[in-house]
């Protein structure tokens, strides 16, 4: 079984930057597609963005878009998201996601292991 174990999260003010990362254990495979989703209270799974191991390729969502960026270290099955000019509107909890399967896919359904969370505050 892959388990995907997220940290880094915290409370940041507007404006401010955090780096989160994600290291994946258990069961091992050559390749993932990766991905961050973060959900608020009362709100949807959104998600945020991902990295395809095989296609070395990279997709963000628009509203994080220039501000936020994924890294993958396949040495160490570490995911990152480092998250720069934070806003209120980013508080959520942040999880990490992956799937062997080879294409970006931005749904919660398109990704079979998921971490439990971090949260991240951003105050006003």
């Known amino acids: 079984q892959v388990q995907p174990v997220e940290s880094g999260g915290g409370l940041v003010q507007s404006g401010g930057s955090l780096k989160l990362s994600c290291v994946l254990s258990?069961?091992?495979?050559?390749?993932?597609?990766m991905a961050w989703f973060r959900q608020a209270p009362g709100k949807e799974r959104e998600f945020v963005a991902a990295f395809s191991d095989s296609r070395e390729s990279t997709y963000y969502a628009d509203s994080v878009k220039g501000r936020f960026t994924i890294s993958r270290d396949r040495a160490t099955n570490t995911l990152y998201l480092e998250m720069n000019r934070l806003r209120p509107e980013d508080t959520a909890v942040y999880h990490c996601?992956?799937?062997?399967?080879?294409?970006?896919?931005?749904?919660?359904?398109?990704?079979?292991?998921w971490g439990q969370g971090t949260q991240v505050t951003v105050s006003s």
């Open positions: 996601a992956a799937t062997t399967f080879p294409g970006i896919q931005t749904v919660p359904t398109g990704y079979d292991y």
């Open positions: 258990g069961r091992t495979f050559s390749s993932y597609t």
